[in-house]
């Protein structure tokens, strides 16, 4: 008989709940949600990129990014700015407010991560890693934005 507590899908779906209400309750206090927690760390790499680049980086779907950069704007951490060659775009762009919450932030994945990684030495978490970006595959599969 299959034991479905030792299902992959089972152990998937439970660890990304696990790690999910870890996040959110680190990521609470800025009133910020995972997805735009998500978007605030690649800006951090890459300020003003275009929402299509963002979509794509974010492996989120325009219209739902578009919703999520509402809210940021709306929160003053992020900025909407026409693209200096492409006026069919915009360039997303950290306001003060948003870069400065990049050290608190980051503290908050940290100590999320630590959470959730307790017990597992630092080769288990390679391995892992390692292991979900295969299981992740490549880019390309996910569901990339039409143009």
């Known amino acids: 008989m299959h034991n479905i507590e030792k299902s992959l899908g089972f152990l998937l779906a439970k660890a990304y709940q696990r790690a999910f209400a870890i996040f959110k309750n680190e990521l609470e206090p800025y009133e910020l949600t ?3 927690f998500g978007i605030l760390r690649f800006l951090w790499q890459k300020d003003g990129i275009t929402q299509v680049e963002l979509s794509e980086k974010c492996q989120v779907d325009r219209t739902t990014l578009g919703g999520l950069i509402d809210r940021l704007e ?3 951490l992020v ?13 997303i762009r950290l ?8 050290i608190p932030i980051m503290e908050c994945s940290e100590r999320a991560i630590s959470k959730l990684t307790i017990g ?7 391995e892992l890693t390692r292991l979900l970006e ?6 390309k599969v996910y569901e990339n934005p039409t143009y």
């Open 134 to 139: 295969t299981l992740r595959g490549e880019e």
């Open 95 to 102: 306001s003060k407010k948003g870069k400065d919450l990049e």
């Open 120 to 126: 597992l030495k630092d080769t288990d978490i390679l």
């Open 74 to 76: 709306r929160n003053g």
């Open 79 to 91: 900025e909407r700015h026409p693209h200096p060659t492409d006026r069919r775009a915009y360039q």
């Open 34 to 36: 995972l997805p735009q």
